[in-house]
């Protein structure tokens, strides 16, 4: 078994825990577990991953239908599945501060979200490419853009279709294709469908313009789209990145050591003599652990021979690079942390998908719905028998189709809109500490979201198909940028307990505000249409009728928004450093010698998806880059491959 540290026996786990590993993986996340399995499997290099959670295999976890729990009751918030952070006061919007939803146990988000599986649009892995600015295109362009992630997309699952049954009676279509991997993350279908969803689809097919791809992940996922979730579908169970990459025998490798409770507090970084461009190298990173009291000779160092790899998340990365002394000089002053290496886009460029809900009264709706469940109870017997039997029915049903439209389809405003945003000063709705560098990569990427914004092949809304009256309206693309930056009580040097600030900044670019209110329109009249009217005849209940100017609309729209999908992304972002950005297309810290970050910190810009997929998919290829500098770059065998490891007797891991 696997490390296991607990604070009745850190002192023996301590002595087990070896001196030196060829790679040391900070954070056993969705990404984080990608890479260190992918960097273990070959047996000739050692892994450490360190992991603030525990090893936590529990039933709640993994399952689904009404065995599930529902991820935000309190327990995983204040308990030990999820961070407990909360955000700055959004200014712009509610005033309010907000619940800042992150994982925290090994397998990270990938653990505690919602299971749907999408991939975002060709355009938007290019738009990362785009976002290197013209000087440094074609060198982001040989590692990244769509044609250089797609294939890490492929291998990072495996794709069960949808059986012919459900192409028939859904409508569900595929193509194989997209797929073609063998990677226990499992992407499958669920076997039911309310009607009223499969009605919503049919009333989306009467509009002229909407686009139904045969398979949206194979870069075209804008229009309708049917999108698996990550279940397995032999037990329908989650899918996440501790089953696919830890228990899929990973944890068996004497290669591969775990350290679940303990932080990676700070990488330890030494000055490179004489060097000009790299000035420091990563030698390691300091550990401490979670509970208990602190080690008497404090943070301990483990040394990485080779690399240190930061998967920490979106939120932890960027706090555990400035803790580090690689960020904005502004920030690690306030907080103490002598400069290393000045990056002053550490922790800038936050991105996420705000949502709000909207609300209509179907008052011709189908049966059976959601509401069958528990308004009859003999459908509710039948479900029951039907998902005991094998996990089957209405109990399986997950929402699993969307519609993701371009802004030019679902505004006739959108070339005003377009227009406006380009004429704005890059740096009037930034923070106003924003280094010139950050600036200067935020005008590029204004070009780059105008680009996506005019184009029919990127979406900006994401409006759930769940056949309800009740639904999300999601933005996909946002304009405005946050900061995810240390907080000026952490005095960089201890157990790292003091969380960073994380300041969406929601709206503070008003762009936003107008595009949104715009998707409020839309669904508005999407309810008008005559298939919907026929169909469920729809009344709107939330905002109401009495929301009708744009006015309105907005301050509506602003006194409810969440900031968050969940989806925080870009706080390490791929770029050149004269852009704010923080990690080279070989995913290396700038100015760093073996030193990456491999998770959705690295996205420039927020694609057009849910983030999960995505977070797999960068795994696969910041491992794929790794290896490649790894065996261009020999080592001398100095240290006997073999790591000892012992049977826990202790090991409460209750997984099933
Ligand atoms: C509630 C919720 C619902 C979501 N729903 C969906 C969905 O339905 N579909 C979808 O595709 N996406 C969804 N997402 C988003 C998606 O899960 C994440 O974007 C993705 O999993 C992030 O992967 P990551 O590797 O970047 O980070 P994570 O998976 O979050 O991993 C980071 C890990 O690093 C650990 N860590 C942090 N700091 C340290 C440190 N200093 N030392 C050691 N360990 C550390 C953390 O504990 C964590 O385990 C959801 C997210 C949440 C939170």
């Given at each position: 078994s696997p490390l296991r540290a607990d604070s009745a026996v850190i002192i023996k786990r301590q002595a087990e825990l070896r001196d030196e590993y060829d790679f040391i993986v900070a954070g056993a996340g969705t990404a984080g577990l990608t890479v260190a399995d992918r960097l273990s499997e070959g047996g000739q290099y050692t892994v450490l991953v360190v992991e603030y959670g525990y090893l936590d295999g529990s039933h709640d976890i993994t399952a689904t239908g009404p065995d599930a729990r529902e991820p935000f009751v309190p327990e995983y918030r204040s308990g030990t599945r999820m961070y407990n952070i909360t955000s700055a006061p959004l200014v712009h919007t509610t005033g309010r501060p907000a619940n800042v939803a992150c994982g925290c146990v090994v397998g990270g988000s990938s653990a505690v979200n919602g299971m749907f599986f999408d991939r975002g649009s060709a355009e938007d892995y290019d738009s990362w490419v785009w976002a290197a600015g013209e000087d440094h295109e074609a060198e982001y362009a040989r590692e990244w853009g769509w044609d250089n992630i797609y294939p890490f997309f492929q291998k990072s699952v495996t794709f069960h279709p949808p059986d012919e049954r459900m192409q028939e009676e859904y409508k569900m279509t595929y193509d194989m294709a997209a797929w073609g991997g063998d990677t226990p993350i499992h992407a499958s279908y669920p076997?039911?469908?309310?009607?009223?969803?499969?009605?919503?689809?049919?009333?989306?097919?009467?509009?002229?313009?909407?686009?139904?791809?045969?398979?949206?992940?194979?870069?075209?996922?804008?229009?309708?789209?049917?999108?698996?979730?990550?279940?397995?579908?032999?037990?329908?169970?989650?899918?996440?990145?501790?089953?696919?990459?830890?228990?899929?025998?990973?944890?068996?490798?004497?290669?591969?050591?775990?350290?679940?409770?303990?932080?990676?507090?700070?990488?330890?970084?030494?000055?490179?003599?004489?060097?000009?461009?790299?000035?420091?190298?990563?030698?390691?990173?300091?550990?401490?652990?979670?509970?208990?009291?602190?080690?008497?000779?404090?943070?301990r160092l483990v040394r990485a021979r080779r690399e240190v790899v930061v998967s920490a998340g979106s939120v932890h990365t960027p706090q555990v690079l400035q803790r580090s002394g690689v960020g904005p000089r502004d920030v690690l002053e306030a907080a103490g942390v002598e400069v290393k290496v000045e990056l002053p886009g550490v922790g800038f460029n936050l991105q996420d998908h705000a949502h709000y809900t909207i609300s209509f009264n179907y008052t011709t709706d189908l049966t059976p719905n959601p509401g069958s469940l528990a308004s009859d109870p003999e459908f509710r017997a039948e479900a029951d028998r039907q998902w005991a039997e094998n996990k089957s029915g209405p109990h399986s049903s997950n929402v699993n189709g969307g519609a993701f439209l371009p802004l030019p389809f679902l505004s006739n405003r959108s070339e005003a809109i377009i227009e406006s945003y380009l004429a704005q000063d890059p740096a009037e709705f930034l923070p106003s500490n924003a280094h010139e560098t950050v600036i200067a990569g935020y005008k590029q990427q204004m070009k780059t979201m105008a680009r996506m914004f005019a184009s029919n092949r990127s979406a900006e809304l994401e409006w759930l198909v769940s056949g309800r009256g009740g639904s999300s309206i999601i933005m996909i693309k946002i304009v405005s940028r946050g900061t995810i930056l240390i907080s000026p009580e952490d005095d960089g040097d201890s157990r790292g307990n003091v969380e960073p600030v994380v300041d969406w900044r929601t709206f503070s670019n008003p762009i936003d505000a107008e595009i949104t209110a715009e998707f409020l329109k839309l669904a508005r009249w999407f309810m008008q249409t005559e298939a919907m009217q026929k169909t469920f005849a729809p009344v709107e209940v939330s905002p109401g009728v009495d929301i009708a100017t744009d006015e309105e609309i907005i301050a509506w729209i602003k006194s409810r928004i969440s900031p968050s999908n969940g989806h925080l992304v870009g706080t390490a972002s791929l770029g050149p450093k004269e852009l704010g950005g923080v990690v080279g297309p070989d995913l290396r810290v700038h100015g760093i010698e073996g030193l990456s970050v491999a998770d959705n910190s690295i996205m420039r810009i927020i694609p057009g998806t849910h983030t999960s997929s995505t977070a797999y998919a960068i795994g696969e290829k910041a491992a794929d880059l790794v290896l490649r500098r790894a065996k261009a770059n020999p080592l001398p065998e100095t240290d006997p491959v073999e790591l000892p490891v012992e049977e826990d007797p202790a090991e409460e891991d209750n997984g099933e």
């Open positions: 076997p039911f469908q309310w009607p009223g969803t499969v009605a919503v689809w049919d009333a989306w097919r009467t509009i002229e313009g909407v686009e139904f791809p045969k398979e949206h992940g194979d870069g075209n996922a804008t229009g309708l789209i049917w999108c698996p979730n990550s279940i397995d579908p032999s037990d329908r169970t989650r899918s996440y990145s501790r089953r696919g990459h830890y228990d899929n025998g990973a944890n068996e490798r004497t290669n591969f050591h775990l350290l679940p409770a303990h932080r990676a507090t700070k990488v330890v970084l030494e000055e490179v003599e004489g060097a000009e461009d790299r000035t420091h190298r990563a030698v390691g990173v300091h550990i401490a652990p979670r509970d208990g009291d602190m080690w008497e000779d404090g943070p």
